[in-house]
């Protein structure tokens, strides 16, 4: 009985957690692995993306993705109860997917602004679980996926965009950190990113008008 009654709400959660277990493990086996960006040769430096941050945002996806049926379920029933358990996952899938970066931070230790790691995973993965409740989990993810992309060719064909984006490239020595912004602005944009996704869970439940108007099956 216990199982049974504990299955409807911790399955999609398992979800979130291996898939961060898993880009945890490629993230360890790829750590030196990047997509170059470089619209434009020398002088403008190309800007890397390490596929470990790629990992981590396929991760929040997956999870996102994975925990639609029982947020689905929780709105149809309405009330504060449904809001605080969307709210929760929000937080715990944000969580979970970002702890591979610090996981990582081990095997950077000789890389400049290694931290940077962290608020890049951490801007990244709250972006998604901002953005499904109205787009859905993939549509999110990939449009987070090319938003990283572009902001990288951005910052390739604008010499010096770097120092003011908060999302920091990799150069030839590690992270470019954004020396123009002040010292906090990084992290505070990043935790301020996440109490966002998780205040858009608990308003929507997880989901949106148009998601229910789709069809009784969330899948």
């Given at each position: 009985?216990?199982?049974?009654?504990?299955?409807?709400?911790?399955?999609?959660?398992?979800?979130?957690?291996?898939?961060?277990?898993?880009?945890?493990?490629?993230?360890?086996?790829?750590?030196?692995?990047?997509?170059?960006?470089?619209?434009?040769?020398?002088?403008?430096?190309?800007?890397?993306?390490?596929?470990?941050?790629?990992?981590?945002?396929?991760?929040?996806?997956?999870?996102?993705?994975?925990?639609?049926?029982?947020?689905?379920?929780?709105?149809?029933?309405?009330?504060?109860?449904?809001?605080?358990?969307?709210?929760?996952?929000?937080?715990?899938?944000?969580?979970?997917?970002?702890?591979?970066?610090?996981?990582?931070?081990?095997?950077?230790?000789?890389?400049?602004?290694?931290?940077?790691?962290?608020?890049?995973?951490?801007?990244?993965?709250?972006?998604?679980y901002l953005l499904s409740p109205f787009l859905g989990a993939v549509p999110s993810g990939l449009l987070v996926l090319a938003g990283i992309?572009?902001?990288?060719?951005?910052?390739?064909?604008?010499?010096?965009?770097?120092?003011?984006?908060?999302?920091?490239?990799?150069?030839?020595?590690?992270?470019?950190?954004?020396?123009?912004?002040?010292?906090?602005?990084?992290?505070?944009?990043?935790?301020?990113?996440?109490?966002?996704?998780?205040?858009?869970?608990?308003?929507?439940?997880?989901?949106?008008?148009?998601?229910?108007?789709?069809?009784?099956?969330?899948?």
């Open positions: 009985m216990v199982t049974v009654a504990l299955r409807p709400s911790l399955l999609p959660m398992l979800g979130a957690l291996v898939a961060a277990i898993a880009a945890t493990v490629l993230g360890r086996i790829l750590i030196g692995a990047v997509v170059p960006i470089a619209v434009f040769d020398w002088p403008n430096e190309e800007q890397r993306i390490p596929i470990a941050e790629l990992l981590c945002v396929c991760a929040a996806t997956a999870g996102a993705w994975a925990n639609r049926p029982r947020l689905w379920e929780w709105e149809r029933l309405g009330g504060a109860r449904t809001r605080i358990r969307a709210a929760v996952v929000a937080a715990l899938g944000v969580l979970l997917s970002t702890t591979a970066a610090p996981a990582l931070l081990s095997t950077t230790a000789g890389a400049q602004n290694p931290w940077s790691l962290v608020t890049n995973v951490l801007l990244a993965v709250a972006a998604v992309l572009l902001g990288a060719a951005a910052c390739n064909m604008v010499p010096g965009l770097y120092r003011v984006s908060p999302y920091a490239y990799v150069g030839s020595d590690g992270w470019r950190a954004p020396d123009l912004l002040p010292g906090a602005t990084v992290p505070v944009l990043a935790v301020g990113l996440t109490l966002a996704a998780v205040a858009a869970h608990a308003v929507t439940h997880g989901s949106t008008a148009r998601a229910r108007r789709r069809g009784a099956d969330p899948h």
